[in-house]
């Protein structure tokens, strides 16, 4: 049973880089052609998908956000990554880490999220 | 606002069936891509529900039911139980702009 997992710094100023880590346990991230994937929670509201990660380096960004947001994989780590740059208070949110069979498949493994708030 | 369009909110009573509907344009469920459905508990992830339109995961209960016809799909919770009061969600794929995943804004369920 895959676990994914992530970590980072709850509490990031504005202009800054948002950088958070997912962890994957119970499996490769190499196997099994998974993407794997950042979605977003604004405090109250719906679920707003960032990017994603295949093929071990393949990727493709939520086009709104495009040039903030970029994610990268590293194999050795069997974690996957996301930078958020030019970060303000409307970035503030749980981040989840989240994996799916395809493109457009759905998401059946959550990591349980990471609240991010930016402030001053 | 959100791509797909939820009810902010549906109740019913324990035993009662209620139906929360997820409307899309012809650029996302409109043009064949599938509806996947999820359940958030206060305070937790989301959780796969439902699938491909109308698959349910193991150890989902098969009083959650999905469905999909045009450009909307529906979930259906047949048998209202009150752990089924949480936070629902749909999902899709929309090709435009060069193609990416959008979800419903949620519909919170209230078990009176």
């Known amino acids: 049973q895959v676990q994914l997992q992530e970590s980072g710094p709850g509490l990031e100023k504005p202009s800054q880089t948002l950088s958070l880590t997912c962890t994957v346990s119970g499996g490769s991230i190499t196997s099994g052609g998974y993407y794997w994937t950042w979605i977003r929670q604004h405090p109250g509201k719906g679920l707003e998908w960032l990017a994603y990660i295949y093929d071990s380096g393949t990727t493709y960004r939520n086009p709104s956000l495009r040039s903030r947001v970029s994610i990268s994989v590293d194999t050795s780590k069997n974690h996957f990554s996301l930078n958020l740059s030019s970060v303000t208070a409307a970035d503030t949110a749980v981040y989840y880490c989240a994996r799916s069979r395809g493109y457009s498949w759905g998401f059946d493994s959550w990591g349980q999220g990471a609240l991010v708030t930016v402030s001053s | ?36 459905w999820y359940q958030q508990l206060p ?70």
């Open chain 2, 43 to 112: 305070g937790t992830a989301p959780r796969l529900l439902i699938y491909g339109n109308i698959n349910r995961p193991s150890g989902v209960p098969d009083r959650f039911s999905g469905s999909k016809s045009g450009t909307s799909a529906s979930l259906a919770i047949t048998g209202l139980q009150a752990e089924d009061e949480a936070e629902y969600h749909c999902q899709s794929y929309d090709k435009s702009l060069s193609g990416y995943v959008v979800f419903g804004g949620g519909t919170k369920l209230t078990v009176l």
């Open chain 2, 1 to 36: 606002q959100s791509v797909l369009t939820q009810p902010p909110s549906v109740s019913g009573a324990p035993g009662q069936r209620v139906t929360i509907s997820c409307t899309g344009n012809s650029s996302n469920i409109g043009a064949g891509y599938d509806v996947h």
